[in-house]
């Protein structure tokens, strides 16, 4: 990703992170941006088109870290739901506002780098044994876990670990 922008796109994108998970994405704004680097709003536009375009660079950089998590992960523990499962929370809750970024609205596929998002997939897709549909099933059980610890949704007193050894045993009992 970081090869496809300019020094000052990647400084720019850079800048972007820092407001988003210092103030989540409604503070992200092209003004707000702008002020952060010290300069007027209209020299973004010299880099990035719009906003969505600097949202794209963004939501690359979650898949690509979140695949480099679970790539690690799969190299740990080749085939475990529950080390993949690990990685991809650990990673969530490390970057919440990114995570939601990148997650909750549509993903904007066709401005993605190539190839990104099946690699960000491939090691679920492997520990699932190839089966599509095993994995999109895992996959939203574990974006549903994880939004919902997010957003504060469980009660604190909820075992999250247990809840989540529970589910992943559902796919492989």
């Known amino acids: 990703m970081a090869e496809r922008l300019t ?12 407001l988003l998970e210092q ?24 880099h990035f088109p719009d ?7 963004l ?29 991809y929370r650990t990673y969530a809750l490390a970057h919440p506002h990114l995570y939601c970024l990148a997650t909750e609205r549509p993903l904007p596929r066709a401005s993605l780098p190539p190839g990104l998002e099946d690699r960000a997939a491939l090691p679920l897709l492997r520990a699932c044994g190839g089966d599509l549909e095993l994995a999109r099933t895992v996959w939203a ?14 009660p604190d007193d909820a075992d999250l670990a247990a809840a ?10």
């Not at 989540?164 to 009992?173: D, E």
């Open 7 to 18: 020094a000052r796109s990647q400084e720019i994108v850079t800048a972007a992170r820092t």
């Open 23 to 46: 103030s989540g994405p409604t503070a992200l704004t092209m003004r707000a941006l702008a002020d952060h680097l010290g300069i007027k709003a209209p020299s973004l536009y010299k």
């Open 51 to 57: 906003k969505q375009a600097v949202e794209v660079e």
């Open 59 to 87: 939501i690359a950089q979650m898949l690509t870290e979140s695949a480099e998590a679970l790539e690690a992960a799969e190299a740990r523990a080749p085939g475990s739901l529950q080390a993949l499962a690990e990685a």
């Open 141 to 154: 059980f574990a974006h549903g876990m994880v939004i919902l610890e997010i957003h504060g949704r469980f």
């Open 164 to 173: 989540w050894k529970r589910g992943l045993k559902a796919f492989h009992p």
